[in-house]
């Protein structure tokens, strides 16, 4: 019977796995020889990693790819991606070798801004807590000049701070909605070392100002965070050619634009395809993020709750055509960093920022949007063409191959049937039983 365990983080990683594999593994000695298998033999790499999070029993790896030829605002890129979805890094490539022949991705910053709140609880009127926040908001910056000198330095810093009332929606809830410039640092340790020091100038002034009655002083902080609803720190990534250069068939070439530009008209007004059409973009950018050592949760709930912004969950990508130009566009809010975190941690993050040639954070933005670009770009181009699961099973045919133990020669001679035959799975099990019988 499995008993809850008391202290399991103070065990040592040996003894932490041993717990775990006798609880919960039928085999403990090949689960525990896996999960030594996959420890990095050196040591200063392992002990990094068991220190990023907390019971640590070994490390998930992911494959790390490469995406070449991105021609972003006229200078080549590779493209390092973390995914483990078969087609992602194939169709990043195709869409960028498709684009370099046509002028590339033209990007755009359309802002930088970061947000954080303090959440509070007053139960007086809006009118004199305006007063007050009036008289303490100098205060609320100068009580955090320690904390935001070094950020100063770098050009960023506190933004504004505003007083929000919200009891329309709830009672007695207000805010300090605040805005920030992190620079080249996502930012969340900064931001939420500001709000919290907000919290505490907010609670102590309120205590002291006179004009308060008893029952006014008593601001109950509910809590301090940032948001990672950033929709002020915003990219803008495009393609656009004349249509005729979509395709050496003028007559393929218009159907082609009229479909993508269907597929996105589609995506807009319609979010169960929206929803599929996103996750699309986001297999380009979460891989692009994940290689980058950046938090692809934060970035998630930004973008799907910007992608609703308009009161119904809709398309993140655009596209028109007008005097015969096909245009392809997003647009969307990304809060990344290039210095913090993992950046300067994880060797393999180190590693694709050098790659990426050490961007920016805005460098790294304008990057990830046109991953975000490229990815829809192939995805709809497979499917009002080709239609998805032709290039989606070829990719996928060496795990299929896998998952049936097939051998390297196994494996080439069934790679090499599949180029001109439909790699569906029964067809690929057949063809490996036929193999096998041969
Ligand atoms: C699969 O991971 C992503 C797609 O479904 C995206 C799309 O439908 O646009 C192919």
């Keep these: 019977m499995i008993v809850p365990i008391e202290g399991f983080s103070k065990l040592t990683k040996e003894e932490k796995i041993d717990w775990v594999v006798e609880q919960y593994t039928q085999d403990s000695k090949s689960a525990k020889a896996l999960l030594k298998r996959y420890l990095n033999a050196d040591s200063t790499v392992q002990k990094l990693h068991d220190e990023f999070i907390e019971n640590t029993i070994t490390n998930y790896y992911l494959p790390l790819g490469i ?39 033209k990007t755009t910053i359309i802002g930088t801004e970061k947000i954080g709140q303090v959440h509070f ?31 100063k330095k770098r050009g960023g810093g506190i933004s504004d701070i505003k007083l929000i009332d919200k009891t329309a929606k709830l009672d007695h809830y207000y805010q300090l909605h605040c805005s920030f410039e992190t620079k080249d640092a996502m930012g969340a340790n900064f ?17 002291l100002y006179t004009p308060f009655e008893e029952h006014e002083k008593n601001i109950e902080i509910v809590m301090s965070i940032l948001s990672n609803y950033v929709p002020n720190c915003l990219v803008r990534a495009e393609v656009s050619c004349p249509i005729a250069e979509l395709s050496p068939d003028i007559n393929k070439a218009n159907a082609f634009a009229t479909k993508m530009v269907q597929a996105v ?32 949760r934060a970035v998630e709930a930004g973008v799907h709750a910007y992608a609703s912004r308009n009161g119904s969950y809709a398309s993140l990508t655009d596209a028109a055509i007008n005097n015969g130009v ?31 040639q050490k961007p920016s954070a805005k460098e790294l933005m304008q990057i990830v ?24 099973m070829k990719m996928h045919l060496l795990n299929i191959l896998n998952q049936l133990g097939a051998t390297q020669e196994e494996k080439n001679t069934l790679t090499h049937h599949f180029k001109n035959n439909a790699a569906t799975h029964n067809a690929v099990v057949q063809a490996f039983n036929n193999l096998r019988k041969q």
């Design 67 to 105: 995406a070449p030829n991105f021609l972003i605002n006229d200078k080549l890129y590779a493209i390092p991606m973390a995914i483990e979805e078969s087609s992602v890094v194939a169709a990043a490539s195709k869409a960028s070798k498709f684009w370099l022949k046509r002028g590339g991705f």
């Design 121 to 151: 609880i007053y139960k007086g009127g809006f009118k004199k807590l305006n007063s007050f926040f009036k008289t303490i908001k100098p205060k609320l910056f100068s009580e955090t000049t320690a904390i935001t000198s070094n950020m």
């Design 191 to 207: 931001i939420n070392t500001c709000l919290e020091q907000f919290a505490t100038t907010l609670k102590a002034e309120a205590l």
């Design 265 to 296: 008209q589609i995506a807009k007004i319609e979010p169960y395809r929206a929803v599929t059409h996103n996750k699309g973009i986001m297999n380009g950018i979460d891989a692009v993020i994940l290689a980058t050592g950046n938090d692809f």
């Design 326 to 356: 096909f245009k392809f566009w997003i647009q969307l809010p990304l809060a990344l960093g290039t210095v913090g975190g993992l950046t300067s941690l994880h060797p393999l993050v180190k590693l694709a920022l050098e790659i990426l």
């Design 369 to 392: 949007a046109v991953a975000g670009l490229a990815q829809n770009f192939a995805a709809l181009r497979s499917l009002v063409t080709t239609g998805i699961q032709k290039g989606h």
